[in-house]
């Protein structure tokens, strides 16, 4: 059985000379955690991205801690050997460090072993108040999908020189509170390599170009199982949705034509023997 990922160990990959890049996948269930666990990925992000892709939201505003918790849970169920991180959902971590820690201990309880907030300096207090408690905390930068209102849509980050320099700032303050990695979500490539040169811990990038220390994608993203939308970063490894709807056209059509439940998917009554039944003992 081999060994669990820990937070040290993931820490730790930005100063391994020659180490591959992190691999980080979305897992929202029992089964995605199984099928990502198996591929021997390193982190699964129980992301709020589970807002969209799973529950039908047109953001990632809609969940809560409770919705937060239920799916962290079925993950974590799993005992996966991938280090599992939660995402502390809008509103969560906004009022006070107090109420930070408590709803990120709901998700701990669920069983993650570290969480991740969006938002830079200004989280600072929060992140501080997590990494206290002994609760290990990932940043995320750039687009931060609970700003989208603030930000006015899911936009590239970072383009502009002042803008680039604060989100290099904003990093340098999350590592300075004790974030032990950072997601840095749809940045040019070149302010991307300037923070994972500038900071100690491993940034993971997605749509954030190839010098990030580790990668991340929605595992729906990455399947084809999502394709109502596809962002420039994403690379789809499968076609699940069509290759599903092609399946249960498939059943519709047998189980229309009558072809389906052949005999052999159909069960029998038993076939009484003995004196009573008229068949020998
Ligand atoms: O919720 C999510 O899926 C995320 C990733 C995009 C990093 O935060």
């Known amino acids: 059985m081999p060994a669990r990922v820990t937070v040290p160990a993931v820490r730790d990959r930005k100063a391994a000379a020659g180490s591959p890049p992190l691999v980080m996948v979305t897992a929202y269930d029992a089964p995605t955690a199984r099928l990502a666990d198996a ?67 709901r998700l701990v309880r669920a069983g993650a072993t570290a969480v991740k907030l969006e938002g830079g300096a200004k989280r600072v207090p929060m992140v501080r108040a997590l990494v206290d408690a002994e609760i290990p905390v990932m940043g995320h930068l750039g687009l931060t999908p609970q700003s989208v209102h603030a930000l006015g849509g899911f936009k590239v980050q970072g383009r502009q020189a002042a803008a680039a320099d604060a989100l290099v700032d904003d990093a340098a303050a ?60 994403v690379r789809r490894y499968a076609s699940l949705r069509a290759d599903g709807t092609a399946a249960v056209a498939a059943f519709a059509a047998d189980v229309r034509s009558g072809a389906f439940p052949a005999p052999e998917e159909t069960y029998e009554p038993e076939v009484r023997r003995g004196p009573a039944a008229g068949l020998p003992a």
């Not at 005992?79 to 599992?84: K, Q």
């Open 174 to 233: 999350l590592v300075e509170a004790g974030a032990f990695a950072l997601v840095l979500e749809a940045v040019p490539a070149a302010l991307a390599r300037r923070v994972t040169e500038a900071v100690p811990v491993p940034t993971i990038g997605i749509g954030a170009g190839p010098a990030c220390d580790g990668q991340v994608l929605v595992l729906h993203d990455l399947l084809g199982l999502e394709d109502r939308v596809r962002p420039r970063f």
């Open 39 to 105: 591929a021997d990925v390193d982190l699964l992000l129980v992301g709020d991205s589970v807002a969209m892709v799973v529950l039908g939201y047109d953001d990632t505003l809609a969940v809560t801690v409770d919705d937060m918790a239920h799916h962290t849970a079925a993950v974590a169920r799993t005992g996966p050997r991938a280090l599992v991180v939660a995402d502390l959902p809008w509103m969560s971590y906004h009022v006070s460090p107090e109420d930070t820690v408590r709803n990120a201990a």
